[in-house]
């Protein structure tokens, strides 16, 4: 019998130090929680075959879609479609606090990553695998 993810998201969102924490994985959604430094971003990127949700809870940044910029803060939340080139940066001067959803899943399940560098230093074997949570 499967259990899901069921918590207080923005206290987990909040509550989270990490650049990036893969908190739940299922076989179609994915949950990561992600904390940005002031100045720092995630790095452009494309997601060919998965659309991602992005909610920020806390902090200002902005974040590019296809070469548009759009302002965010607190209770915003973008979606990025398939396909489209998009970057989220903290433009603050607190940490921007987020949590986001992949569907279908793009992080290996309960993967941590302390802060960007760590990132991407795993960039090539971080990608999903196939298992889920539970």
């Not at 060919?48 to 548009?68: H, T």
């Amino acid at each position: 019998m499967k259990q899901g993810y069921v918590d207080d998201i923005q206290r987990a969102t909040l509550d989270n130090g990490f650049f990036r924490q893969v908190l739940y994985t299922g076989e179609h959604l994915q949950l990561v929680v992600m904390t940005l430094k002031p100045g720092e971003e995630i790095g452009e990127e494309v997601h060919e075959d998965r659309d991602q949700f992005f909610r920020f809870e806390e902090g200002a940044g902005e974040v590019l879609i296809d070469g548009k910029t759009h302002k965010v803060e607190d209770d915003f939340g973008v979606i990025v479609p398939a396909g489209a080139r998009h970057n989220v940066r903290n433009t603050g001067s607190e940490p921007l606090k987020l949590y986001t959803l992949y569907g279908p899943p793009e992080h290996k399940d309960k993967v941590v990553h302390r802060d960007k560098a760590q990132a991407e230093a795993d960039h090539d074997n971080d990608h999903w695998d196939g298992k889920t949570t539970e």
